[in-house]
């Protein structure tokens, strides 16, 4: 399975933000773009003004580094997106994106990264509706019920007390003693992160 290997605080840097890709080490000091708030490599601090094109591509590599999603994918998120006429494709390109069963699990506060979260699915750690489920783009759908595998809830316990968090997103219904979650309803635009601009994203697929 292809996946990214090099260091992922260069692309918070790449992208000037916090990206959340290393979970609760990002709220420390340690954080990379705490220290450089500038791009990576020899030309980080060289940066220009960017065009509208440059605009709509960081905004695009954006999103797809944060739910860690790689081009293929997620052109093809953006392709089912597109065929949706009653959301609009960019709420809806989100929606496909919260709906994945690792940003469930994430989102659900038993782990604190999303790559976290792939890796104990790929390792079997969870089931979904009771059957074992090791793809962490299974996409969940309203009334779905995500759970710790029998035989992992040490694991997972141990994980959740070292990296607490602070609450789950109202159309999620998690339950940390028992280790499951479920997705109410699918998320309004309301409940995702105000900062994406996924008008940008649609702009750049429209070319």
Request: include cysteine; charged fraction near 30%.
């Amino acid at each position: 399975m292809t996946r990214y290997t090099d260091s992922v605080c260069k692309l918070c840097r790449n992208e000037g933000e916090k990206l959340f890709l290393k979970g609760s080490r990002c709220y420390t000091t340690k954080c990379a773009i705490d220290r450089r708030r500038y791009g990576s490599g020899q030309h980080g601090q060289d940066r220009k003004k960017q065009t509208e094109f440059a605009l709509q591509l960081r905004e695009k590599q954006k999103v797809r580094r944060s739910y860690g999603v790689l081009e293929k994918q997620f052109s093809g998120y953006m392709e089912e997106a597109s065929r949706q006429k009653k959301v609009p494709t960019g709420l809806r390109l989100l929606q496909l994106l919260e709906s994945r069963l690792d940003n469930i699990v994430h989102r659900s506060g038993m782990v604190p990264s999303r790559a976290q979260a792939r890796q104990l699915i790929l390792h079997g750690h969870f089931t979904v509706n009771g059957k074992k489920v090791n793809v962490a783009s299974y996409r969940l759908r309203p009334g779905d019920i995500v759970s710790v595998s029998e035989g992992s809830t040490k694991l997972v316990k141990a994980v959740i007390e070292a990296n607490p968090v602070a609450g789950q997103p109202r159309w999620l219904n998690a339950d940390l003693e028992s280790l499951k979650a479920s997705i109410i309803n699918l998320p309004e635009r309301e409940d995702l992160d105000q900062s994406i601009k996924e008008a940008l994203i649609v702009e750049y697929y429209s070319r």
